[in-house]
């Protein structure tokens, strides 16, 4: 039988998967449109229809927090999303097998949907790593090592914090800070300051484009929106300087996050800590000054790689050409 191994990333933003020998294949947001047939779309024509979808389109997010709270909308998002990356020359469907993804402690039962969601979209089998220790491995941390390095993912729906040694988590937390939370905070601040409403696509387009945590940033972009006074549609240039203090805030728990990580750490761990520093991965290491800001409040030294946001889905991917390493992070979990 032909077999396919891939990896996914299902996140509160965007679920990643990739091809054994193909790279890549899906990046696309986690979202799926429901109408009266059943599915209507997914990904990216989904996340399109949201603000804009008549009264019997339903657009679901299935993933909140960086956990799958509607398995039944996961499931079918996955089944469409499979339906895309499978080979449409196959006489009998290859065996499918899956390193996927997952926040760090979750249930037995969460763990449960997940494995349903991926079964019966076709994946036949399927090796759960969490995925901070994925992100880790995406960007060559050392995590065989009796010092597997410091790192921060910040997601969607959630950042994780973790220090590894040995393919385990030794010490992290977990805190409900991510790029979702920032993009209301936007959509309730550019009300607020502009007296304008938007939606989350276009506040989205702001945080890609302009949205900084270095001081004084003169960058500035034009949008439209809703006027909440008269009522009509107008074009509002918007700063990035303005924005700074609705941001700043949700970087700087985070940093406070960090901290009580490293101050719970043994004096060998923190001497590491201090020697190697720190590395930031996920949606929200993109935003240009987080390093800056990390480095002078924490005195480490911040990396963040490039294309932070695929390290998850680059690690999956390195794991499936190295059952060796695999095996040792299963068996630590």
């Keep these: 039988m032909a077999k396919m191994d891939i990896a996914i990333d299902m996140g509160t933003s965007y679920t990643s998967i990739l091809v054994s020998g193909n790279g890549i294949v899906l990046h696309e947001p986690s979202v799926i449109a429901y109408g009266d047939g059943g599915a209507r779309a997914v990904g990216n024509v989904a996340y399109r229809m949201m603000g804009k979808a008549p009264d019997r389109t339903r657009i679901v997010r299935p993933i ?149 945590l270095v001081r004084n940033d003169c960058a500035a972009m034009t949008v439209s929106g809703l006027d909440i006074e008269t009522k009509s549609i107008r074009t509002q240039e918007i700063a990035s300087e303005v924005l700074y203090g609705a941001i700043q805030v949700y970087y700087k728990n985070i940093i406070d996050a960090v901290s009580g990580v490293i101050n719970s750490c043994s004096p060998a761990v923190a001497t590491e800590i201090q020697k190697s520093g720190i590395t930031v991965v996920g949606g929200g290491a993109n935003i240009p000054g987080l390093a800056a800001m990390m480095s002078e409040s924490l005195g480490l030294n911040i990396r963040i790689p490039q294309d932070p946001h695929y390290a998850v889905i680059a690690g999956a991917g390195m794991l499936l050409s190295d059952p060796y390493l695999l095996e040792d992070i299963v068996r630590q979990a």
């Design 64 to 212: 909140t927090d960086g956990v799958i709270k509607d398995a039944n909308a996961a499931g079918a998002m996955m089944n469409e999303f499979m339906k895309r990356i499978l080979p449409q020359s196959y006489i009998i469907k290859p065996k499918v097998r899956a390193v996927l993804g997952v926040p760090t402690g979750i249930t037995v039962e969460e763990r449960k949907i997940y494995e349903e969601a991926l079964m019966g979209a076709g994946v036949d089998d399927v090796e759960m790593v969490n995925s901070v220790m994925l992100a880790a491995i995406g960007t060559e941390l050392p995590v065989q090592s009796n010092y597997g390095g410091f790192i921060v993912s910040i997601g969607g729906g959630a950042t994780e914090i973790a220090v590894l040694s040995l393919c385990g988590i030794v010490t992290g937390c977990s805190i409900n800070i991510g790029g979702d939370m920032i993009d209301r905070t936007l959509v309730d601040s550019i009300c607020g300051l502009y007296k304008l409403k938007t939606d989350l696509a276009t506040v989205r387009k702001v945080k890609e484009n302009i949205l900084s």
